[in-house]
């Protein structure tokens, strides 16, 4: 299957820092990245669609001028976590849709958040 | 409101045996369906899909059902294997990609 990449794969800042994740596609190009986030011991939750050369769409209920996204080529989207305080500990993850397969997703590994 | 819905949080079966997931979806307008398999600290591994204009899809040991009328399907692994050990989500999809989770079934498969 196609490889997303993503990095840092850990990450641990103090209160008030702004983080920033990478998502990659490595294999295709990708016009629409996700960002999820999960909570230990529960599902998935969408955060944002990414969308190359355009602004991102937030789901309801997350800060967009928190959680900053970027996708400036068709291989890279970037999550900026504003601010962070320690509610924003979690694991992040992106995915990318493959064009030639446009109902398959392929996930990066994750990026664990802890701020202290 | 949980349009997606695994309600069976853990499995448990012996190695070789049928493993059988569950889940159940509200939404009539999805149209595609995935599970996923996902190790603690990894991000998801996409196991098989099925498109909502069918019943049935096969990859190896993989097979999902699909239940239109009952708005259910289900993902069968035959045989189980210890390396199947796992959290399995099932995921559902509209046009614009979206996908929405389950709460994730936690599989563990015996020697």
């Known amino acids: 299957g196609a490889v997303v990449s993503q990095h840092p794969s850990r990450v641990i800042c103090k209160s008030g820092t702004s983080v920033k994740i990478e998502c990659r596609s490595l294999?295709?190009?990708?016009?629409?990245m996700f960002w999820y986030r999960q909570f230990p011991k529960q599902s998935l939750m969408l955060m944002a669609t990414s969308n190359e050369g355009s602004k991102a769409t937030y789901e309801q209920g997350v800060e967009k001028d928190k959680f900053l996204i970027n996708h400036a080529s068709l291989t890279l989207s970037t999550l900026t976590v504003t601010s962070a305080h320690p509610e924003d500990s979690s694991f992040y993850i992106c995915?990318?849709?493959?064009?030639?397969?446009?109902?398959?997703?392929?996930f990066g590994p994750g990026t664990r958040l802890t701020v202290l | 409101d949980q349009q997606v819905k695994q309600n069976s949080p853990s499995l448990s079966v012996q190695e070789g045996r049928i493993s059988i997931l569950n889940c159940d979806y509200t939404n009539s307008m999805f149209d595609y369906f995935l599970w996923y398999k996902k190790y603690p600290a990894e991000g998801p591994t996409f196991l098989i899909s099925i498109s909502s204009i069918k019943d049935k899809n096969e990859d190896g040991r993989f097979t999902v059902f699909l239940n239109k009328s009952a708005k259910h399907l289900s993902l069968h692994i035959v045989p189980s294997q210890p390396g199947d050990s796992a959290v399995y989500f099932c995921?559902?999809?509209?046009?614009?990609?979206?996908?929405?989770f389950g709460q994730g079934t936690t599989l563990q498969v015996k020697p």
């Open positions: 995921a559902a999809s509209m046009y614009t990609g979206k996908l929405i």
């Open positions: 294999d295709f190009q990708a016009t629409t």
């Open positions: 995915s990318a849709r493959d064009p030639l397969a446009t109902d398959t997703q392929y």
